[in-house]
C-alpha cells in the first residue's frame, strides 16, 4: 500500500521558472516508488509568481491530489509602488539598476518581511495542513524552500503533531546570493540566522540543492550535520525525447534562465569582441535578463546578440538543443564556489558543450569537469575564455563532436533522483525517526 507524503511548495503550476520544477518531478516519480504524493500550495488567483508556464502541467498526473490555499502576499503592493509589471526575479533581475524607490522598497523587504515577503501564507498552509494530516493520517510532511517562510509551517506542523518533517533547501536561506540586494541590518540578518537555526535543528532531514553543509557546520556548530544531505536538481529524459541535438548551421551560443545585475559578463563580452575578428557567432539569451547586461550587449556586440524573453520549458530545452556551446554564469557572491543552477543538468543532458563563467574549483566546475562537459573560467579570463570558443568553433566546422561522459551525467536523472530521495529519506518507514521532545 502506497503510503503519502504531504508535500508543501508555494510554487506550483501554473508558475513557470525552476523553482516549480524540482519537486514537480520528484511528485512525478515518486509514485514509482510506492510513494503517494499529496501536494498543499497557493491558489494562483491570490499566488504572486513572476512567470507563468502552462506547459509544465503536463508532467502533473491526472491522479495526483492537489490542494490549494489562499494566500496574502505584498508584492502587488511592491509593484504598485515601484512600477514593476511582475513580483521580482530571483536576483532582482527584472529591475535593472534600482532606483531610490526601489531600494528603499527593497529594505523594507530585507527588514520587515522576514523570512520572506510571502509569510502570509503560513497561516493559510498551516491550517490547511493540519486538516489533511488528520484526513489522510499523513505521517511524513516535506516543505521546501524558496520562499523559506514555507518552512516555518513545517516547524508548527511539527510542533502541533511532532511527525516527520523534511525541509528541503532549493536555494540557501541566510547566505542566499542576492542577499546584498536586501540592504539588511544586522539585526534582520540576525532574525533570518535565528530562523533558518530553528528550522534545521527541529527537521528530521534537510535536504540541500546547494552543497553549504560546511558553511551551515561554521554558522550553526551545534546543530547535526549528519542529518543534512545534498540532494542536487537533474534533468527529466523524458523531456528531451524526439529531440535532435546536431549543431546548428550558425555557431550558436545559448544562456537560458535569469541573468542578474550580479552575474559578470564583461569579460566575457571582452573575448567575444575578440572572437569576433576571427569567426562569426550567435550570442542569445533566454530568460530574463537585467537591464545592465542587456545594455552591455547592445553596446558592444548588437549585431550579434539576440534576446528572447521568459520561454516555456519545453522551449528552452528546444534552444539547448539547436546551440552550439552552452553558457553558465554564476552570480559572483558570497559562497559561489557552492552556487549549482538546476539547469546545469540539462545543460549537461544536451550533450552540449559548457562554458561556465564563476569560481574554477567549484563544485559546478568540478561537475562539468568529472562529466568532460566542458570547461570553466574566471570572469576576466579573457584569453582562456576566447581559445574556448575557437575551439569549439574549428571542432564544429571539422565535424568534430566530443563526447562528455555520460555515466557520470545519467546519475542527474530526475527518477534516478527520487530513487536517492525515497531510500535515503527511508519514506517507507516513517516510524523509525526519533521524535523532537523539545518543541
Known amino acids: 500500500?502506497?503510503?503519502?507524503?504531504?508535500?508543501?511548495?508555494?510554487?506550483?503550476?501554473?508558475?513557470?521558472?525552476?523553482?516549480?520544477?524540482?519537486?514537480?518531478?520528484?511528485?512525478?516519480?515518486?509514485?514509482?516508488?510506492?510513494?503517494?504524493?499529496?501536494?498543499?500550495?497557493?491558489?494562483?488567483?491570490?499566488?504572486?509568481?513572476?512567470?507563468?508556464?502552462?506547459?509544465?502541467?503536463?508532467?502533473?498526473?491526472?491522479?495526483?491530489?492537489?490542494?490549494?490555499?489562499?494566500?496574502?502576499?505584498?508584492?502587488?503592493?511592491?509593484?504598485?509602488?515601484?512600477?514593476?509589471?511582475?513580483?521580482?526575479?530571483?536576483?532582482?533581475?527584472?529591475?535593472?539598476?534600482?532606483?531610490?524607490?526601489?531600494?528603499?522598497?527593497?529594505?523594507?523587504?530585507?527588514?520587515?518581511?522576514?523570512?520572506?515577503?510571502?509569510?502570509?501564507?503560513?497561516?493559510?498552509?498551516?491550517?490547511?495542513?493540519?486538516?489533511?494530516?488528520?484526513?489522510?493520517?499523513?505521517?511524513?510532511?516535506?516543505?521546501?524552500?524558496?520562499?523559506?517562510?514555507?518552512?516555518?509551517?513545517?516547524?508548527?506542523?511539527?510542533?502541533?503533531?511532532?511527525?516527520?518533517?523534511?525541509?528541503?533547501?532549493?536555494?540557501p536561506w541566510s547566505n542566499i546570493q542576492y542577499k546584498s540586494f536586501l540592504y539588511q541590518t544586522r539585526w534582520a540578518q540576525k532574525m533570518d540566522m535565528k530562523s533558518e537555526r530553528r528550522v534545521l535543528k527541529h527537521c528530521d532531514r534537510a535536504l540541500l540543492a546547494v552543497d553549504e553543509r560546511k558553511r551551515l557546520a561554521i554558522v550553526h556548530p551545534h546543530i547535526d550535520i549528519g542529518k543534512m544531505d545534498f540532494m542536487p536538481n537533474g534533468y527529466d529524459e523524458s523531456d528531451f525525447e524526439g529531440m535532435t541535438f546536431d549543431p546548428p548551421d550558425d555557431f550558436v551560443i545559448t544562456y537560458t534562465g535569469t541573468i542578474a545585475v550580479n552575474y559578470p559578463a564583461g569579460g566575457l563580452v571582452e573575448a567575444l569582441l575578440q572572437v569576433r575578428e576571427r569567426f562569426p557567432f550567435i550570442m542569445q539569451f533566454v530568460g530574463k535578463t537585467d537591464e545592465i547586461t542587456r545594455s552591455l550587449f547592445e553596446r558592444n556586440l548588437s549585431a550579434n546578440t539576440c534576446f528572447h524573453d521568459h520561454v516555456s520549458h519545453q522551449k528552452s530545452v528546444e534552444f539547448l538543443a539547436k546551440s552550439s556551446i552552452l553558457l553558465l554564469i554564476n552570480a559572483n557572491a558570497e559562497g559561489s564556489e557552492f552556487l549549482l543552477h538546476g539547469k546545469i543538468f540539462e545543460y549537461l543532458a544536451s550533450g552540449k558543450p559548457i562554458l561556465l563563467l564563476g569560481a574554477v574549483d567549484g563544485i559546478a566546475a568540478n561537475i562539468i569537469k568529472s562529466a568532460k562537459a566542458g570547461a570553466a573560467f574566471d570572469y576576466n579570463d579573457v584569453e582562456g575564455i576566447a581559445n574556448f570558443l575557437s575551439e569549439q568553433y574549428q571542432n564544429q566546422l571539422k565535424g568534430i563532436r566530443p563526447e562528455p561522459d555520460w555515466k557520470i551525467i545519467r546519475q542527474y536523472s530526475r527518477k534516478r533522483l527520487t530513487q536517492q530521495l525515497s531510500d535515503l529519506l527511508g519514506l517507507s518507514n516513517p516510524a523509525g525517526f526519533e521524535r523532537d521532545e523539545e518543541l
Open 1 to 171: 500500500m502506497n503510503q503519502k507524503v504531504l508535500i508543501i511548495t508555494y510554487y506550483w503550476t501554473p508558475s513557470g521558472g525552476p523553482g516549480v520544477q524540482r519537486w514537480l518531478k520528484f511528485v512525478k516519480y515518486l509514485p514509482d516508488f510506492d510513494i503517494q504524493p499529496v501536494v498543499l500550495t497557493v491558489d494562483p488567483a491570490s499566488a504572486e509568481y513572476p512567470v507563468i508556464d502552462e506547459s509544465l502541467s503536463g508532467d502533473v498526473s491526472p491522479d495526483l491530489e492537489v490542494y490549494r490555499t489562499e494566500c496574502k502576499g505584498v508584492y502587488n503592493l511592491y509593484k504598485r509602488l515601484t512600477g514593476t509589471k511582475t513580483a521580482p526575479y530571483s536576483g532582482f533581475a527584472n529591475e535593472g539598476n534600482p532606483g531610490l524607490l526601489q531600494k528603499f522598497s527593497r529594505f523594507i523587504r530585507g527588514n520587515f518581511f522576514l523570512p520572506d515577503a510571502r509569510r502570509g501564507w503560513i497561516k493559510y498552509a498551516f491550517a490547511e495542513a493540519c486538516r489533511l494530516i488528520e484526513k489522510f493520517g499523513i505521517e511524513t510532511v516535506i516543505t521546501t524552500g524558496p520562499p523559506h517562510s514555507t518552512h516555518l509551517t513545517g516547524l508548527k506542523i511539527k510542533k502541533k503533531y511532532n511527525i516527520r518533517w523534511i525541509a528541503d533547501f532549493r536555494d
